[in-house]
C-alpha cells in the first residue's frame, strides 16, 4: 500500500478492474437460491451532465445493487440514456443558429443526421460521469430510447392503445410553446410569478339597459369569445342566466351561461368564455356546446379577426384592444395584478392555449390500474407521504397528449391518405398501397410521440420487450425504482399503466423518491442562479468514495437535503483513516497468511467486546439497508470502525501483541485484527467501494476473491 491516501491513483484503476472481470454483468455471476435483484436506472438526457441529484440517485441504486450482489443475488443495474425530443432538439437548434440556419434550412431528414451526430459526440458524455461515481452498472445492456429494439417497443404499445380503441386523434385546446412549435402537457409547464394587470370590461345586454361586468388579465382573447360564465349559486346573477349580450368591439351576440367551474371570488364573479384559448374555458365549451374559434395562431399572432388586429403578436394586440375598449367607454377599470404564467420549461416562452390536432390516450381505465396497484400494495412507496398526491393527480387525470411538433424522436406509426387527407391508417411497416384507397402513396404523419410514452416503457423495453427474452423472464419485474419527486406523474404512474396494461404486471415492487438537494440555507440548485454544485467537481476534490460517503451521510427521512460539503471533507479524512488503520492491521501481519472463513474466539475481554460489537454492527447494517436508511447505516459503520476499532481495539491490540499474557495471544490478536478489518471493508464496500476493493485486494488472505464477489458477513 502506498504511503498515503490517494483517490486518483485507484480509483480510475479499481474501475477497469471490476469491469475486465466482468463483475457487473449478472450473466458471469453464479446461479443463486436467493434470485434475481435488479433496478432499472432513470435514464437521464443525453443533453445532461451530472448534477447533484443524479450522483444521490446513483449513489443510492448502487449501494442497495452492491449490497444484494454480496449477500449473493443475481443483480442488474441496467443503465441508458433517454432521447430527451425537445431539449435534443433544442440543443442542436442551437449549434444552427450561430451557423445562421435552421432546422427547415437543412429539412427533416438531414436535421435528424445532424442530431444524431450530436448524440454520438456528446450522448455518453453522462453515463461516463455515472461510471466515475462507481456505479456498478452493467453496461453491456446499456439502452437508449431511440434503440432499434427500443423503438419497436414504442410502435408495439400504441399499436396495442389503437387496436383496443384507447388512442383516439381530436382537435383540442393544448398548451403550445410558440417557440418549440409543438403541444406541451400540464407536466412540461413551469409557472412564473409575473406582475400584470386585470381588466374589468361591461358587456352590454342585448335589447334592454344593462349590463355584465368581467374580469379578465387578457384582454385580447376576448375576441373569440363565445359566452361570458357565472356561477349557478352566484344569487347576483341568477336573473342573468340564459341571456344574450353584445361582445364590445366584434359586435357578436354571445350568451350568458352558469357553470359551476366559475371562482365566485375572482374578479367579478363573471368571467369571459375563449374555448380556443383556456383549457377552463375549453372544458365550458364542451358542457355548454359552444363554438369554437381559434384567434392565435401557432406563432402566437392574432388570427381570424378584424384586419384591425391581423398578424399581430398577442401582446401588441392587447394594447390596442384595450385602448378601443377605452374608446367606446366599456372599460370600467384597470388594476395591478399578480399571476402565475406557464412558460415552456425547455425554453421559457410563455405559453399559448390554442385548438390543434393531436393524439391522445384514454386514461380513465389506465389510470385506476395505477391507483389500484399502490392501494393494494402490489407496488409501495418507501414513503408513504408521496401517496395522497399520486392519488390526487390520478383521480384529476385528463386524457394524456401523446403527439408532439418536432422531428427528433419516435414517429407516428400513423399513415394519412392523400384521397380523403383526414382518412388514417396505423401500420409500423412503410405501407406499399394505402389502405383506404388503394391508390395513393399515403403519407406519414409528421408528429413524434412525447418522450414520456418511450419512457413508460423503460423498465421492461429495456429488457426486450415485446419478444420474450431471457432478461425479461429473470429480472422482470424489477425490485425498486429510485427517482426524484417531481417525475411522479411524469414517469412513475405511466411506467406503471404502461406495465400493467401491455404486460399485465407490475414493474417494479418499491418507489424510492429520494430527497431534493438544496443549498445549505435551503434555495433550489440552479446553474442560471449559480447556486448549483458540479459533483464531479466534488470526486475531484475528495474522491468518489468521499463524495458518496457525504451524500450517503446526509440522507435522512427528510423530503429535501441541505448539502454539506463538509461532509464530503468528512469522508476524505475517513478514507485517510481507514488506509492507515489498514496499513497498521498489514504491518502486523508478517508473511503469513490468514483464514478470515472461521471467526476467530476471544481470548481478551477487549478481544470479546470487538468481536460483539462487529456482530451488532453488521446486524444494523442489514436492518438499515433494509429499511432504506442510508444515512444511519454509514454512520453506523464509521462509529464502529472509527471509534470502536482504530481508537480502542487498535489501540488494545499493540499491547497485546508487544506484551502477550499468553503465547497464543499476540498470534490471535492479529487474527482478529484481520479478520475485523476484512470483514469491515466488506459492510463498507457498499459504500465507499473504490478504498474497500484497493485494500482488500492487498490483504494476505488465504482464499480471496474480488471485494465486490466476496460473500456478506452474515
Known amino acids: 500500500m502506498d504511503k498515503q491516501y490517494q483517490a486518483k491513483n485507484i480509483e480510475e484503476k479499481i ?187 361591461k358587456y352590454k345586454l342585448k335589447d334592454e339597459d344593462g349590463y355584465i361586468e368581467v374580469a379578465t388579465t387578457r384582454p385580447e382573447t376576448m375576441l373569440g369569445d363565445m359566452a361570458v360564465a357565472v356561477n349557478p349559486k352566484d344569487k347576483r346573477y341568477k336573473k342573468l342566466i340564459g341571456k344574450t349580450i353584445i361582445l364590445p368591439i366584434v359586435n357578436r351576440e354571445i350568451p350568458i351561461v352558469a357553470d359551476d367551474f366559475v371562482d365566485l371570488e375572482f374578479g367579478t364573479g363573471a368571467v369571459k368564455v375563449t374555448p380556443a384559448h383556456d383549457m377552463g374555458d375549453y372544458q365550458i365549451s364542451l358542457r355548454h356546446k359552444l363554438e369554437v374559434m381559434q384567434i392565435i395562431d401557432e406563432n402566437g399572432r392574432m388570427d381570424n379577426v378584424s384586419s384591425a388586429y391581423q398578424g399581430l403578436k398577442a401582446k401588441v394586440a392587447r394594447e390596442k384592444v384595450v385602448a378601443e375598449l377605452e374608446k367606446l367607454d366599456v372599460l370600467e377599470k384597470v388594476i395591478d395584478y399578480t399571476h402565475q404564467i406557464p412558460k415552456c420549461y425547455r425554453c421559457n416562452t410563455t405559453i399559448e392555449i390554442i385548438p390543434s390536432w393531436q393524439w391522445f390516450v384514454k386514461m380513465d381505465k389506465l389510470a385506476k390500474l395505477s391507483t389500484d396497484a399502490v392501494k393494494k400494495k402490489e407496488i409501495v412507496f418507501t414513503a408513504k407521504r408521496w401517496e395522497k398526491g399520486y392519488f390526487t393527480w390520478l383521480k384529476n387525470i385528463q386524457d394524456w397528449c401523446i403527439s408532439r411538433q418536432i422531428w427528433w424522436g419516435h414517429r407516428l406509426p400513423v399513415w394519412f391518405c392523400q384521397t380523403n387527407k383526414e382518412a388514417h391508417f396505423v401500420s409500423i411497416e412503410t405501407p406499399k398501397e394505402c389502405s383506404i384507397c388503394k391508390k395513393c402513396q399515403p403519407k406519414q404523419s409528421e408528429d413524434v410521440f412525447d418522450t414520456w410514452f418511450s419512457a413508460a416503457l423503460w423498465p421492461f423495453a429495456t429488457l426486450g420487450w415485446p419478444k420474450k427474452t431471457k432478461d425479461l423472464e429473470q429480472f422482470y419485474p424489477t425490485d425498486i425504482i429510485c427517482t426524484a419527486r417531481d417525475i411522479i406523474n411524469f414517469w412513475v404512474v405511466r411506467m406503471i399503466f404502461s406495465s400493467l396494461e401491455l404486460l399485465k404486471e407490475v414493474p417494479f415492487k418499491k418507489i424510492i423518491i429520494h430527497a431534493t438537494i438544496m443549498t445549505k440555507d435551503g434555495r433550489r440548485m440552479s446553474k442560471s442562479l449559480g447556486t448549483g454544485i458540479n459533483p464531479m467537481n466534488l470526486i475531484e476534490r475528495y474522491g468518489s468514495d468521499a463524495t458518496r460517503f457525504g451524500l450517503s451521510w446526509q440522507i435522512t427521512e427528510l423530503q429535501d437535503i441541505r448539502f454539506g460539503e463538509e461532509n464530503m471533507l468528512a469522508g476524505k479524512k475517513f478514507c485517510n483513516k481507514i488506509w492507515n488503520a489498514s496499513k497498521f492491521v498489514m504491518q502486523q501481519l508478517g508473511d503469513e497468511k490468514f483464514d478470515i472463513i472461521i471467526k476467530p474466539s476471544p481470548i481478551t475481554k477487549e478481544d470479546k ?106
Not at 441529484?53 to 443495474?77: E, P, S, V
Not at 453515463?127 to 417497443?153: N, P, V
Not at 466488506?682 to 464477489?709: C, D, G, N, R, W
Open 609 to 714: 467486546k470487538i468481536l460483539n460489537e462487529l456482530e451488532k454492527t453488521i446486524k444494523k447494517i442489514d436492518t438499515n439497508l433494509a429499511k432504506l436508511s442510508f444515512g444511519t447505516a454509514i454512520q453506523e459503520i464509521y462509529h464502529f470502525f472509527w471509534h470502536q476499532f482504530c481508537d480502542l481495539y487498535i489501540e488494545e491490540a499493540k499491547n497485546q501483541i508487544k506484551e502477550p499474557k499468553s503465547a497464543k495471544e499476540a498470534e490471535n490478536t492479529r487474527k482478529i485484527l484481520i479478520y475485523v478489518l476484512a470483514t469491515s471493508l466488506k459492510i463498507l464496500h457498499p459504500f465507499m467501494p473504490f478504498i474497500t476493493e484497493e485494500i482488500y485486494q492487498s490483504l494476505p488472505l488465504k482464499e480471496k476473491k474480488a471485494l465486490i464477489v466476496e460473500k456478506w458477513p452474515e
Open 15 to 201: 474501475y477497469q478492474f471490476w469491469k475486465k472481470g466482468g463483475f457487473f454483468n449478472p450473466d458471469n455471476l453464479s446461479e443463486s437460491k436467493k434470485g434475481s435483484f435488479s433496478i432499472a436506472t432513470p435514464p437521464p438526457n443525453v443533453t445532461g451532465v451530472l448534477h447533484m441529484g443524479h450522483a444521490l440517485n446513483f449513489t443510492i441504486q448502487d449501494i442497495l445493487i452492491r449490497w444484494k450482489r454480496m449477500q449473493g443475488f443475481k443483480t442488474l443495474l441496467l443503465p441508458g440514456t433517454d432521447h430527451a425530443g425537445i431539449a435534443t432538439q433544442n440543443v442542436v437548434e442551437k449549434k444552427l443558429k450561430k451557423e445562421g440556419k435552421t432546422r427547415f434550412d437543412l429539412g427533416r431528414d438531414e436535421f435528424i443526421k445532424k442530431v444524431w451526430e450530436w448524440k454520438k459526440e456528446y450522448g455518453s458524455m453522462i453515463l461516463k460521469q455515472i461510471e466515475s461515481l462507481g456505479t456498478s452498472c452493467d453496461w453491456s445492456r446499456t439502452r437508449f430510447t431511440m434503440d432499434e429494439g427500443y423503438t419497436e417497443a414504442v410502435q408495439q404499445s400504441f399499436l396495442h392503445y389503437y387496436d383496443k380503441g384507447l388512442v383516439y386523434r381530436g382537435k383540442r385546446a393544448v398548451n403550445w410553446c410558440p417557440r418549440c412549435q409543438t403541444s406541451l402537457s400540464d407536466l412540461e409547464l413551469e409557472y412564473k410569478e409575473e406582475k400584470g394587470k386585470l381588466w374589468f370590461i
